[in-house]
């Protein structure tokens, strides 16, 4: 089976980039951090180490991508509600439900789930559309 990696690239590239979005403080990013208890001082003392943690985001991007274009030959996705629902039925087994574990375990709000869990469904449909492309 041979997978194209210009759009595992483009994949990866898309969901570092809407996780940009979806985290700044005018989006969600304010409430993110103070639900997840992180400070101004932390998140300046943070970005010092921006460009290690923008590379190692891609790099995890990368690996769910290629993990994603793998099920979508193998599922037969050649279309974009194929995409769409390959997009959803990742993120619904193998995200949502992991990480409803901040919620019930850390004692976290319903609303950071619902951040985190809303950025994966968002991300994990745009990088299957990404990938029928």
């Known amino acids: 089976m041979i997978i194209d990696l210009w759009p595992i690239l483009a994949a990866g590239i898309t969901n570092v980039i809407i996780g940009m979005v ?7 990013g304010a409430a993110w951090m103070r639900m997840s208890g992180i400070s101004p001082e932390a998140l300046e003392r943070g970005k010092k180490r921006m460009p290690l943690m923008v590379a190692l985001g891609l790099l995890s991007s990368l690996v769910i991508a290629y993990v994603m274009s793998y099920f979508a030959l193998a599922w037969g996705v050649f279309d974009w509600v194929g995409a769409v629902e390959l997009g959803f039925w990742c993120w619904a087994g193998f995200v949502a439900p992991v990480s409803l574990s901040i919620v ?12 985190n869990a809303g950025y994966w469904l968002v991300s994990f449909i745009a990088m299957a559309l990404v990938l029928l492309f």
Request: proline share 11%; charged share 15%; net charge positive.
């Open 104 to 115: 019930l375990w850390e004692t976290k709000p319903f609303t950071l789930y619902l951040i």
């Open 22 to 28: 979806w985290y700044n403080p005018r989006v969600f």
